[in-house]
């Protein structure tokens, strides 16, 4: 995993600039500024202005600054990469990447990144996010994670992979008759393998039915369960309990701790694992302590 704390994800359409404040103050750790689907095509060039203004002239406090880009396969991508880069790429953090089906997909968008940061003189590199929300994009996972080292997050994309997919499935995603188990498990695993496979974060999908607090909190806890870092929001009442459910509790910590220093003073006396309260503890434990007390780090000094 990466060393930014990515536990909430707001989305933003760029054209709603009304929005714009109450979306910086909601404490989200990032907020993207949406390019793609949030914004009518008559509209595109309006909202990609906002967006550079919000860039340049609003005070972004700990939040970090994105945008989602158009498609590879639109007319509005090539300058939404180029304008937003030249106007405002010392401000902006993070480029989503929407619908990539195979690595070269990053690739392009690596290599215009390339270009410009070397023209403008950037100093520092922008990093990518990439949408898995495409069947070909679900069976190219693992080549897309590690098809360039600015990727440092894939995110699975519900919406469009039920529509990818075929999937019989309700405006909040969730299948329209009885299904056995997890319907989205095995797209959401994938995508959690690939994106460990390449150590970066994985960020669960968006839930439409904002309303719903104990329905996201839900998919939340379930996606933290098998190893998500982080969740899409759609709204601001989503991002307090993201942030909540993606962060190590103070159970964790402490148990963290407790087997930390049992371990290490175990490991003063020349063993190797050690019994807590009943438990064998071992190397392996030690790297999970390790790992919960690191993520408590990050959140720690996000505040």
Known sequence: MTDLL?????????????MFDKALSCGADLVFLDLEDAVPAAHKIEGRSKAIRALTELDWGTTVPAIRINGLDTPWCHDDIIE???????????????????????????????????????SRRIRLEVLIE????????????????????????????????GARVDTNFEPLGDYPGDFWHYARNKVLVAARIAGIDALDSPYPDYRNLTGYERDAGRSALLGYTGKWAIHPDQVPVANRIYAPTADDIALAERNLAAYRAA?????????????LVDAAHVKMAEATLARAALVSARG
């Open 134 to 165: 495409e069947v070909e994009g679900l069976a190219n996972a693992e080549a897309i994670a590690v098809a360039s080292d600015r990727v440092d997050a894939l995110i699975f994309g519900v919406g469009d992979f039920s529509l990818s997919q």
């Open 84 to 122: 937003v880069v030249t106007r405002a790429g010392n401000k902006l953090e993070t480029i989503v990447v929407p619908k990539a089906r195979t690595a070269r997909d990053v690739w392009w968008v690596d290599m215009l990144l390339t270009q410009l940061e070397t023209k403008l003189g950037l």
């Open 6 to 18: 990515r536990r909430s994800e707001l989305a933003l359409p760029a054209v709603n600039d009304h």
């Open 267 to 279: 490991e003063a006396r020349g063993r190797g694992a050690v019994g807590v309260e009943g438990v």
